[in-house]
Nanobody
Framework: EVQLVESGGDLVQPGGFLRLSCAAS????????MSWVRQAPGKGPEWVSA????????YYADSVKGRFIISRDNAKNTLYLQMNSLKPEDTAVYYC??????????????WGQGTQVTVSS
């Protein structure tokens, strides 16, 4: 059974930082691209970032480019999202999602339960 468990969400002030983690199990983590998707209150899901299976090809939405860093540790079956210079518009539930192949093709088949990030003073 595929499981994706996010952690690290919190309330943080504008300009602050957070590091999200996603512990994966139930599949061969190192063989799949992984991604982060967020959903703000009253809005649809927004793709944030993706990393291919080996960690060498990385992609970001324009809204987070230069502020967020995605990474993975295939030995620990864990995906990360380092979020810097946080803005109120980054407030959302952040979901870890599993890609359908080793390259990123904007398709995903499993989601975690999400972790809440709130950016507010």
């Amino acid at each position: 059974e595929v499981q994706l468990v996010e952690s690290g969400g919190d309330l943080v002030q504008p300009g602050g930082f957070l590091r999200l983690s996603c512990a994966a199990s139930g599949f061969t983590f190192s063989s799949y691209a992984m991604s982060w998707v967020r959903q703000a209150p009253g809005k649809g899901p927004e793709w944030v970032s993706a990393i291919e299976h080996g960690g060498y090809n990385i992609y970001y939405a324009d809204s987070v480019k230069g502020r967020f860093i995605i990474s993975r540790d295939n030995a620990k079956n864990t995906l990360y999202l380092q979020m810097n210079s946080l803005k109120p518009e980054d407030t959302a539930v952040y979901y870890c999602v599993k890609g359908t192949g080793n390259s990123w093709n904007y398709e995903y088949d499993y989601w975690g339960q999400g972790t809440q990030v709130t950016v507010s003073s």
